[in-house]
């Protein structure tokens, strides 16, 4: 029987030849995954690895070391509170991206708190009105990340989730229905709808019948521009092409994509993009808060269709998320 120092030796070497940044972490993760066993655990006296689990993890780490992204490689990511399954055809979600809904999380706190204060004079002895459910929007939901943790994480929220690849909305499905009973434990839906989410509020669309009643619309679009090809292997030959680049400049998706959240919004509503941290306040006309400030509304030509527009940076200091309040 193989013991786990030295298969962890022989892969953190070949995962490191291979230029895999993280190697021991990598290598640690693939054999907690064959050995079903928390990672903190896998050096425990008496934790040892069968013959079987040695052949998985070795054929693991020759697909790793050909720098297949370690969560296809397990078939899994961790996203919020979640593990979501991932593979060929869908994006693989990021931690950055959890910040979102730390963002959506707080928002709703705050709206909460005001609309409390705005009732109070008025519940002396009168009856309340039972509490409308929120209706939240994630525009290209790829592996259905940012939906499933709104609609695990906001209780009774009805989630609309749109996703225009076929490949990336299969994977989206399979998390749905396998976190389900959660969503419904906390009194929330989510619904999962096939389309383009540069139109997807337009009559015909299949958010049509939402517009003007969404309270937030969140989205993770693809932003890099063309040219910038990324240079790991794992994002450039794995992630799919459609999930990463924008057009000329990053931005062909999300221009019309937020004339959508314009459309989706009520007023107050709110509105969270994730972009390139090159595409924050420094880049001017060219980065996502001036694209907002300008966005006219779609209801009132001439008129601005966003306020509050200010820009969040990621746990790494970079610029990441734009937040604005449909005027
Ligand atoms: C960067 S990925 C983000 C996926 C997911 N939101 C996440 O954070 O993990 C962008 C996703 O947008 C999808 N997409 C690209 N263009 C789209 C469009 N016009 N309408 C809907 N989805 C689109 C891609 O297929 C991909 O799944």
Known sequence: MPSTRALLAVAVER????????PEVDAELLLAHVT?????????????????????????????????????????????????????????????????VDLVLAHLAVSASAAAAAAAPAAAGVPQASARRLVLVD?????????????????GAAVHAVEVSPDALAWARRNVAEHLRAVQAVGGAIALHAGDATTCAQPG???????????????????VPDDAVPREPEVRDHDPHLALFGGPDGLAVIRPLARQAARLLRPGGLL????????GEQAGARGLPALLRSQ?????????????????HDLAGRPRITAALRR
Do not use: I, K
């Not at 995962?15 to 993280?22: C, D, E, I, K, S």
């Not at 969270?272 to 595409?279: G, N, S, Y």
């Open 15 to 22: 995962l490191r030849t291979a230029g895999v940044p993280t």
């Open 296 to 312: 006219a509304d779609p209801a009132a030509p001439g008129t601005p269709a966003w306020r509050d527009v200010v820009d969040h």
């Open 205 to 223: 669309g299949p958010l049509a019948e939402l517009a003007g009643g969404a309270d937030v619309v969140v989205t993770n679009p693809p932003y």
């Open 139 to 155: 525009l290209c939901t790829g592996s259905g990340a940012l939906a499933l943790a709104l609609a695990t994480e906001v209780p």
């Open 36 to 100: 079903d066993r928390p990672r903190a655990m896998l050096r425990l006296a008496g934790a040892e690895v069968t013959d079987v689990q040695a052949e998985a993890f070795a054929a693991l780490v020759a697909r790793r070391a050909t720098r297949e992204p370690l969560q296809h490689c397990t078939g899994r990511a961790p996203f919020r509170h979640l593990e979501l399954r991932v593979g060929p055809g869908v994006f693989v979600p990021r931690p950055e991206t959890e910040l979102v």
């Open 272 to 279: 969270l993009v994730e972009h390139a941290d090159v595409q």
